[in-house]
């Protein structure tokens, strides 16, 4: 894991794993890139998403066994674990996105800034929008790249030109995407090429302004250039997002994220900084994984 030192104009990273960072945006005022700019990594983490004695089951099967961790804001968290271990189903269970499944129940709770996201007054839309969410095939809508970014606005009833248009310009800004699409913002999405639109969903999710962003193996189906771009993303978006991110590739994980939960068999085996889970784990199935001996 890369250490990082921030100024107020650039980002200096001291470890060339993750490459030359794209200058995506340029601070929109002094006072503003201040407050965008989060502490170094090193700062105390702030619990914002909290999971106590989670279990999830499909019908009769359980898929998760007694989950609690905390996962910290403005940081990256990934999940690791072989396929089958879960993963999917509790970044599904931060948004409620496993709602949509017949038959499935939970025990336990998960907490978003102190409130339940079980609650029965809570409104689901309204989570989704807070919890962004970045799947592994990339799924634009088959519309204009314009519309693919406001479709949460005009949901909303959003329709002042002005007002979508100054998003556009900022969610395709933050997504690292405006340099190569501004000048087509009204032809199809699905003409982009993968990288773009995995980046443009990441746009549209941003365009919510959500606190936090869930990504399951964001970068499964991209090429290693198109990956590298995903890895550079993700580093600036945890200025003004908490991620999770699932994914299988362990380089990934030790490149992008502050902190892994690695998971097997649906149980939460080890929850670490990053750099220390990758350098010395402290269970043997944690050990094993990383050094890939199964898996
Ligand atoms: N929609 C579903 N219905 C029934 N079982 C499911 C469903 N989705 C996942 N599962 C089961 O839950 C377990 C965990 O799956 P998943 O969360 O997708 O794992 P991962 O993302 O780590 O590969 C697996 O045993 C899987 O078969
Ligand atoms: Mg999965």
């Known amino acids: 894991m890369p250490s990082q030192l921030y100024n107020d104009e650039e980002i200096t990273m001291t470890d060339t794993q993750i490459g030359s960072h794209i200058n995506a945006e340029a601070p929109r005022s002094k006072a503003q890139a201040h407050d965008a700019f989060p502490k170094a990594d090193t700062s ?16 009769k099967q359980q898929a998760l066994f007694d989950i ?13 674990g072989p396929s089958g271990c879960g993963k999917s189903t509790i970044l ?7 709602d949509l499944i017949e038959g499935v129940s939970h025990g336990g709770d998960i907490t978003i800034g102190g409130t339940s996201i079980y609650d029965p007054q809570l409104e689901v839309i309204g989570l989704r929008r807070r919890v962004g969410m970045v799947f592994q095939k990339s799924n634009p809508f088959p519309k204009s790249i314009y519309e693919n970014v406001v479709y949460g606005l005009r949901v909303a009833g959003e329709n002042r030109k002005a007002r979508l248009d100054e998003v556009v310009e900022q969610s395709l800004k933050s997504s690292a995407l405006w340099d190569e699409v501004k000048d ?14 995995q980046r ?24 290693p250039i198109a990956t590298a771009k995903i890895e550079e ?4 978006l945890k200025r003004d997002f908490t991620i999770v991110i699932v994914t299988h590739n362990m380089q990934q ?15 939460l085996i080890e929850f670490n900084n990053t750099k220390a889970m990758f350098i010395s784990p402290t269970k043997k199935q944690t050990e094993d994984y990383i050094t890939g001996r199964f898996g």
């Open 253 to 267: 994980a030790a490149r992008v994220s502050d902190k892994t939960a690695f998971f097997y068999l649906g149980k």
């Open 68 to 80: 609690s961790l905390d996962i910290p804001e403005r940081k990256v968290t990934a999940f690791i």
């Open 44 to 59: 105390p983490d702030i619990a914002l998403i909290q999971a106590r004695n989670f279990n999830f089951f499909y019908g």
């Open 233 to 236: 993303l993700i580093y600036q």
């Open 184 to 197: 087509r913002l009204q032809e199809s999405a699905l003409a982009l090429s993968g990288g773009q639109m």
């Open 92 to 98: 599904r269970s931060i948004n409620r996105m496993n």
């Open 200 to 223: 443009l969903c990441i746009a549209r999710a941003i365009a919510n302004e959500p606190d936090v962003l869930l990504m399951d193996e964001p970068c499964s189906a991209l090429d």
